[in-house]
């Protein structure tokens, strides 16, 4: 196959938010750098949250402003309101990546407003954008199949944010597995649904291998003809707001599947597994992806 599968690497943002950890700017720079050297061209670097709730995120500006701007490259500051959302403009990020959740049980936790009210924060965001500039908007439904307060996740309630995501003008929305609990038919059928409510819109994914089904999940969306992954350097990841969630699925275990299956990522697999045991070096731990610990097959003379 010469099908092209773009992988957006989250791990300087999802991946570390969890962490005990706190890094250095500096070492969050290095990361970066070592993320764009492997071939990642599309990366969560920041998210303009409070400090005071996720100290890990601390130092978007400082990180925004050492980053040098680079053509065929895009640095995304994740977006939860409006005040968000200035700062991301003020940072000069490429993207902004704008959350609602699905539910009001983990909207109210993990952001202090209620799904009705993050659909509306994020309308306004776009309508802000298309008046004043900024970065392009896109929109990752958080939950979108399973809450950890409020249960399953209806399909309806879902495409209630879709709709509103294309309404404004939103030319991409990511539905997100935040806990690791969708299974590959369901998420061709969410797949199938959101197609139908955003035919205009393009579709992105991201999944937590919480329960060891993110990458059956991926190769489903493949299937389903998604183009864009969201993947995480050496499994790192999980919420500070999601009771036992863990990592997303790792850069190089996605990158393994798809070459191996003669699709194009962009990627080079052993700077992959070198930057994910780099930084499994700082945290004190093992990397969760597992590629990085069997290593590339077939194996190098």
Same mark, same amino acid.
């Given at each position: 196959?010469?099908?092209?599968?773009? %992988?957006?690497?989250?791990? /300087?943002?999802?991946?570390?938010?969890?962490?005990?950890?706190?890094?250095?700017? *500096?070492?969050?720079?290095?990361?970066?750098?070592?993320?764009? $050297?492997?071939?990642?061209?599309?990366?969560?670097?920041?998210?303009?949250?409070? !400090?005071?709730?996720? /100290?890990?995120?601390?130092?978007?500006?400082?990180?925004?402003?050492?980053? !040098? &701007?680079?053509?065929?490259?895009?640095? %995304?500051?994740?977006?939860?309101?409006?005040?968000?959302?200035?700062?991301?403009?003020? *940072?000069?990020?490429?993207?902004?990546?704008?959350?609602?959740?699905?539910?009001?049980?983990?909207? %109210?936790?993990?952001?202090?407003?209620?799904?009705?009210?993050?659909?509306?924060?994020?309308?306004?965001?776009?309508?802000?954008?298309?008046?004043?500039?900024?970065? /392009?908007?896109?929109?990752?439904?958080?939950?979108?199949?399973?809450? #950890?307060?409020?249960?399953?996740?209806?399909?309806?309630?879902?495409?209630?944010?879709?709709? *509103?995501?294309?309404?404004?003008?939103?030319?991409?929305?990511?539905?997100?597995?935040?806990?690791?609990? $969708?299974? #590959?038919?369901?998420?061709?059928?969410?797949?199938?649904? +959101? &197609?139908? *409510?955003? #035919?205009?819109?393009?579709?992105?994914?991201?999944?937590?291998?919480?329960?060891?089904?993110?990458?059956?999940?991926?190769?489903?969306?493949?299937?389903?003809?998604?183009?864009?992954?969201?993947?995480?350097?050496?499994?790192?990841?999980?919420?500070?707001? $999601? !009771?036992?969630? +863990?990592?997303? %699925?790792?850069?190089?275990?996605?990158?393994?599947?798809?070459?191996?299956?003669?699709?194009? +990522?962009?990627?080079?697999? #052993?700077?992959?597994?070198? +930057?994910?045991?780099?930084?499994?070096?700082?945290?004190?731990?093992? !990397?969760?992806?597992?590629?990085?610990?069997?290593?590339?097959?077939?194996? /190098?003379?």
């Amino acid at each position: 196959m010469s099908r092209h599968i773009e %992988i957006v690497e989250v791990g /300087p943002r999802d991946g570390l938010q969890n962490e005990k950890a706190l890094l250095e700017v *500096a070492q969050k720079l290095d990361f970066i750098a070592r993320l764009e $050297a492997a071939g990642a061209r599309r990366i969560e670097t920041v998210s303009f949250v409070n !400090p005071k709730r996720v /100290p890990q995120m601390a130092g978007a500006e400082e990180i925004s402003a050492a980053l !040098p &701007r680079t053509d065929g490259r895009s640095r %995304i500051g994740l977006v939860l309101n409006e005040k968000g959302w200035d700062r991301c403009v003020a *940072a000069g990020c490429d993207e902004a990546n704008v959350v609602v959740c699905a539910t009001d049980g983990f909207g %109210i936790r993990n952001q202090g407003a209620s799904a009705a009210e993050q659909t509306a924060a994020m309308q306004a965001i776009a309508a802000r954008q298309k008046a004043e500039g900024g970065p /392009p908007i896109t929109v990752t439904i958080s939950v979108a199949f399973g809450c #950890p307060f409020d249960g399953e996740v209806s399909e309806d309630q879902v495409l209630r944010i879709v709709r *509103a995501a294309a309404e404004a003008g939103v030319t991409e929305i990511a539905l997100a597995d935040t806990i690791g609990v $969708a299974d #590959p038919w369901l998420v061709r059928k969410r797949v199938e649904a +959101t &197609r139908e *409510a955003a #035919p205009d819109q393009r579709l992105r994914m991201h999944f937590h291998d919480t329960r060891n089904t993110g990458l059956a999940n991926a190769y489903a969306s493949v299937e389903a003809g998604v183009d864009v992954l969201d993947a995480s350097c050496g499994g790192l990841g999980g919420c500070p707001f $999601a !009771p036992d969630a +863990t990592g997303n %699925i790792g850069t190089e275990d996605l990158v393994y599947m798809l070459e191996r299956a003669g699709f194009e +990522t962009g990627y080079d697999l #052993p700077a992959l597994i070198a +930057t994910a045991k780099w930084m499994a070096g700082i945290l004190g731990k093992p !990397p969760a992806a597992f590629v990085s610990r069997a290593g590339v097959f077939p194996i /190098p003379a």
